[in-house]
């Protein structure tokens, strides 16, 4: 039987695009640059090319150490980043706490991604004792600047009743703003609320339709995808 799809809640990580490639700046430029400058955004982009290993040997021990010098001048990509290295254990032990800190500074600054994950954190527990209601509130600010993975996850919300009450409609606007930008389990989710006509007329030919864009786009259910 299927079921709304429960997301797996793994940490979400979204490695941002690198400004410095756009512009063409090389590592041995960018490093000048620093030094001149003192810039918070070029240390967070040197910290960046370590990350990712680009122009230079990937290390993540020297991209935390620029991370940091750009994340303590107040550089909320920075800061971000260093969430994700201790969520993920990236050059550092796991220390959700001190992830949960750097999220904290970030999406105090309004940036989407840190927002969201801060909501993970409380949803999940990580670092903080679990509170739904606190990771609706990040969810909700993230979700408002468009971030799809925040839509889903306060979709499901709504539609599970988490920290909330069942609101099946509210769960289905939210699931197509998030399904805009082609996500599985968004897509999935419409598919399966148009089959039980949960927050919207029941239509199972746009059912069919969703669970094959679903499919098309990388949903990995054997039952749907066959």
Not at 2 to 14: A, D, G, S
Request: with cysteine; net charge neutral.
């Amino acid at each position: 039987m299927k079921n709304l799809l429960t997301i797996v809640w793994l940490l979400l990580v979204v490695v941002p695009v690198s400004a410095n490639e756009a512009n063409n700046i090389n590592f041995e430029q960018l490093t000048m640059l620093e030094k001149q400058k003192n810039d918070a955004k070029i240390q967070y982009e040197l910290g960046y090319m370590y990350y990712v290993g680009e122009g230079t040997l990937k290390s993540y021990a020297k991209a935390k150490e620029w991370y940091e010098k750009s994340a303590n001048q107040g550089y909320a990509e920075a800061q971000y980043s260093l969430g994700v290295m201790y969520d993920e254990g990236e050059g550092v032990q796991i220390d959700h706490s001190k992830a949960l800190e750097w999220y904290k500074k970030a999406a105090a600054q309004g940036h989407a991604k840190a927002q969201f994950q801060l909501g993970l954190s409380y949803d999940q527990g990580n670092g903080v004792d679990q509170d739904y209601a606190k990771a609706k509130q990040w969810y909700e600010k993230s979700a408002a600047q468009n971030y799809a993975y925040a839509q889903l996850n306060l979709g499901l919300f709504y539609a599970k009743g988490f920290g909330v009450a069942k609101d099946q409609k509210k769960a289905f606007k939210l699931f197509e703003k998030a399904a805009k930008r082609n996500l599985p389990d968004a897509l999935y989710n419409l598919g399966f609320m148009y089959e039980k006509g949960y927050g919207v007329s029941k239509n199972i030919i746009k059912a069919k339709e969703f669970y094959e864009e679903a499919c098309a786009v990388g949903l990995n259910v054997d039952e749907i995808c066959q």
